[in-house]
């Protein structure tokens, strides 16, 4: 039996959304900064959003790719890169003696550098039209790692200004992981990889709706923060874009020297976009006003980069087309 055109409406819906992912995305920023009461309302659903988020990333990833090992290689050299190189490029220009006048901020960036790629780095490559296999076994790896590497960088750059405990961080994220990979790969099995491949554009939407959330959510206290100190959060907000950014292209062309420009691309999203909160849950949310005030204006790069990139993919999707690959 076909479906009539009333019951179909929400699916072309959704999946209209999901085309202009990157667009809407980036608006729900503004929105979450034009009506705060939308940002409070939506805070309490950060954590939970995080989740499904990585539960929808999982559901949606082939274990037939992953069991080949295709793409494994590539991986770990890009978290030696974003968990080892990076952190050493950042040690080597405090070296050199590049001022960081604040400690609060220098913390800051202490903890973008050595904090995992963020979990929504999969839903973002969906986004962009790109395959999320690679950034999600990049994420998963990262955290794997961050427990023997996050505690030892940031005592070591930031002065012993915050103190990770490993277990705590082992144990956090041996937990999301697991909770995360077996009701996503349990629910493909349910639901089984051909049904979701006739799903994608509408599950493109509902990806959509729930990045945006955690976006307006993120905009909580934002708001008033920069009616008081315009100035302020304005040079903080450009720090921010320009750490992001600059761990983006570095690391997007540092691995387009030997890897596809796809592939290149979300290795750079997975170096500039961090997930910082997950190092400050760890440390039991015990950071300065400041390092926080950092924390939530480095949101901005993260749901903004996507949209600025889009032109960049679509440029990888047409040569693409081109070469038939």
């Known amino acids: 039996m076909l479906p009539s055109p009333l019951s179909a409406l929400p699916l072309r819906l959704l999946s209209a959304l999901g085309r202009e992912g990157t667009r809407a995305v980036a608006l729900s920023i503004v929105i979450g900064l034009v009506i705060p009461p939308l940002a409070s309302l939506a805070k309490p659903l950060l954590t939970p959003l995080v989740y499904v988020m990585m539960v929808a990333s999982f559901m949606r990833t082939d274990l037939a790719r992953l069991r080949t090992g295709r793409g494994l290689g590539l991986a770990v050299l890009a978290v030696v890169w974003i968990m080892g190189l ?64 996050a505690p030892a960088i940031v005592h070591a750059l930031s002065g012993a200004a915050l103190d990770l405990d490993p277990l705590t961080l082992t144990v956090r994220l041996a937990l999301v992981l697991a909770g995360t990979a077996a009701v996503g790969f349990g629910l493909r099995t349910l639901i089984g990889p051909a049904r979701l491949t006739r799903w994608r554009a ?119 087309a081109r070469t038939g690959s």
């Open 86 to 149: 990076a952190p050493a490029l950042l040690a080597t220009v405090l070296a050199l003696g590049v001022p960081v006048s604040d400690p609060d901020i220098l913390l800051a960036i202490v903890l973008q550098v050595s904090a995992p790629p963020i979990m929504a780095g999969p839903a973002f490559a969906i986004l962009l039209g790109l395959d999320p296999t690679l950034p999600l076994l990049v994420m998963v790896l990262a955290m794997l790692v961050t427990p023997l590497s």
């Open 202 to 320: 509408p599950m493109d939407g509902v990806n959509v709706i729930l990045l945006a959330l955690m976006a307006v959510a993120f905009m909580d206290g934002i708001t008033r923060q920069f009616i008081a100190e315009p100035i302020r959060l304005l040079g903080i907000s450009a720090l921010a874009f320009t750490v992001s950014f600059g761990a983006l292209a570095a690391g997007g062309l540092l691995f387009r020297l030997f890897a596809p420009a796809d592939q290149a691309l979300m290795i750079g999203f997975s170096s500039g976009l961090r997930n910082m909160m997950m190092l400050i849950a760890a440390a039991g949310g015990a950071i300065p006003d400041t390092t926080w005030l950092y924390v939530g204006l480095a949101q901005f790069p993260i749901y903004l980069l996507p949209y600025f990139m889009k032109p960049v993919a679509n440029l990888i999707h047409r040569h693409d």
